[in-house]
């Protein structure tokens, strides 16, 4: 029996220890992805991190604007976070300066330094009264303000290894970003509660419809210096949320990823952070990876030299080179092949290229923001995706939501594409019914706000008089049409759940339990699916089987 090189063995199991770090950090960056609250900042960090860390306290410190002193924002215990009353830190105090100035983990050990000078942050001491006696501290690294420090107490020394270095490291700019998110989310409830007591928010305020030439249906807020929105439109609490954060990302020079639906307005999100940051006087440049063939995507991208390949006629100058000092938007970067996946992060890192056919290395400065409907996270797992690109672009993540979840904003998007609509056309303006309305609020939109302006200009386009009384939508049942609200039939979920059991069970013959059975196809036990077929009241005579 041919025995393994004990050199081979050392490799293959650096390599699986390796493999199972990059799992076990994109299973925790995904955990942090979509937290906006300090609780399930807690939940993570009690749940997730202090198993695999051993820390015994985990806290985060963020500096005011000015940047002269700093606040504890979390801390793992309740009761010393009171304790410390918000209590603020000199930044120049020896523990958060000397974090933020290294690239590295800061370890300082309580046990045996001085720390009887007068600089001695408050939280510091009480945690070595606490026992504590060794403090790891790793920057947050984020923003150009605002930097931020964890802080990791440990009572037992040395408790981290590189292993978990590596991890905290690589942890480190999603956790900064999951600390922005929360302090957006309470910003914005501020907001709101400001707005609500001043009355701004009453369902009786006059709404004012602006034109633009573009528009995603999306509405900026109302406050001071709140930017160029132009296209936006809404008022909803999800929108709001959107546009938060692009006061929050814009001026940055960060990328970003917007996440949603098709139709949600991706494309016009990229365009008001393109205008509310220092390029907003150059051409934002656009791609659409998936409209582009495969074989011309590289030539898009960096450009190609006269005679490079069959077709290449004269030089053309890629869209990396166009965007140099300005925004590229990469519009359904999901598509992106895996080949050009990789050629893509090499220029995002090293801001440097060759075009086909060239010798010449071209240096560009070029803030990217990328857009996909995919579930890029699940792409990752499934090899579809490289993980690096997928960090590399998620620095700034926006969800933008689907018109289902914020129909607040029909009436106002209707309002806004029907005005947009009669003004080119020159037609007089039209109005809907309420019946129409009614119905417009009961359909769930799965085209979203494209489909919302499509309908609205056919409606249009098909209407007798002064008044829309009828629009159509798809239904999955063959009815194209809706009307009227008592057309509009919506079925309970018992009602659902009934025929669905009915219709897997005639699917297996009638047949119940077993290997071929209905309990299997619907993922539960036999005796639960009976137990809901007498709840739903199912019987023997309402299986029609057929045994030929």
């Given at each position: 029996m041919q025995q393994q090189n004990p050199g081979t063995d050392a490799i293959l199991k650096a390599m699986q220890e390796r493999e199972k770090e990059q799992l076990q950090l994109l299973s925790l960056s995904n955990s942090l992805v979509n937290i906006s609250s300090i609780a399930d900042l807690s939940a993570i960090v009690q749940q997730r991190l202090k198993p695999v860390a051993g820390f015994d306290n985990f806290i985060v410190a963020v500096t005011d604007e000015h940047e002269k002193q700093y606040s504890i924002f979390y801390h793992d215990n309740d009761k010393t976070l009171s304790e410390l009353n918000h209590a603020l830190h000199e930044v120049t105090d020896g523990y958060f300066n000397t974090a933020l100035n290294s690239a590295e983990p800061v370890t300082f050990d309580l046990l045996n330094s001085n720390n009887k000078r007068n600089n001695v942050p408050f939280f510091i001491q009480k945690a070595q009264q606490a026992g504590i006696?060794?403090?790891?501290?790793?920057?947050?690294?984020y923003h150009k303000h605002n930097p931020t420090i964890l802080f990791l107490f440990f009572k037992k020394p040395q408790s981290l290894n590189r292993t978990l270095i590596r991890l905290l490291k690589g942890l480190s700019f999603q956790l900064a970003i999951t600390v922005s998110n929360i302090l957006v989310t309470l910003k914005i409830e501020k907001h709101l509660k400001t707005l609500q007591h001043s009355g701004a928010l009453s369902n009786t305020a006059p709404i004012q419809i602006q034109q633009h030439e573009v528009s995603c249906g999306l509405d900026s807020m109302d406050e001071k210096n709140s930017g160029n929105f132009s296209g936006i439109i809404g008022?909803?609490?999800?929108i709001q949320k959107v546009i938060t954060l692009i006061n929050q990302v814009a001026a940055s020079d960060s990328g970003v990823l917007l996440l949603g639906e098709s139709g949600?307005?991706?494309?016009?999100?990229?365009?008001?952070i393109h205008m509310n940051s220092a390029q907003k006087n150059k051409t934002m440049i656009k791609v659409n990876c998936a409209a582009i063939p495969v074989n011309l995507i590289e030539s898009e991208l960096f450009g190609h030299e006269k005679g490079s390949f069959t077709g290449a006629t004269e030089r053309r100058i890629g869209k990396f080179e166009l965007a140099h000092n300005s925004t590229l938007f990469l519009d359904e970067i999901g598509e992106l092949p895996l080949e050009m996946q990789t050629k893509l992060l090499r220029v995002l890192q090293e801001k440097e290229f060759e075009p086909i056919g060239s010798k010449n290395t071209i240096k560009v400065n070029v803030r990217i923001i990328a857009a996909t409907n995919r579930d890029l996270q699940q792409e990752v797992?499934?090899?579809?995706?490289r993980s690096d690109l997928f960090y590399r672009l998620n620095i700034f993540p926006i969800l933008i939501p689907p018109l289902r979840n914020r129909k607040e904003d029909i009436p106002l998007l209707s309002a806004h594409f029907i005005n947009e609509y009669c003004s080119k056309t020159q037609k007089k303006t039209i109005?809907?019914?309420?019946?129409?309305?009614?119905?417009?609020?009961l359909y769930s939109w799965p085209g979203n706000v494209r489909e919302l302006k499509h309908s609205i200009e056919r409606s249009i386009l098909l209407a007798t008089g002064p008044t829309i009384k009828k629009m159509h939508f798809p239904e999955n049942n063959g009815n194209n049409s809706i009307q009227n609200t008592e057309e509009h039939h919506i079925k309970s979920l018992e009602q659902v759940e009934r025929e669905h059991i009915l219709k897997v069970i005639k699917l297996c013959n009638g047949r119940i339990s077993g290997p071929n059975g209905a309990a299997l196809k619907l993922g539960m036990p036999s005796t639960t699916l009976i137990s809901k077929m007498q709840k739903l009241g199912i019987q023997k005579g309402h299986l029609v089987v057929n045994r030929e």
């Open positions: 006696r060794e403090v790891i501290a790793i920057p947050l690294h008022k909803s609490q999800e949600t307005g991706k494309e016009v999100i990229a365009h008001a797992t499934e090899g579809k995706f109005t809907l019914s309420a019946k129409v309305n009614e119905a417009m609020m």
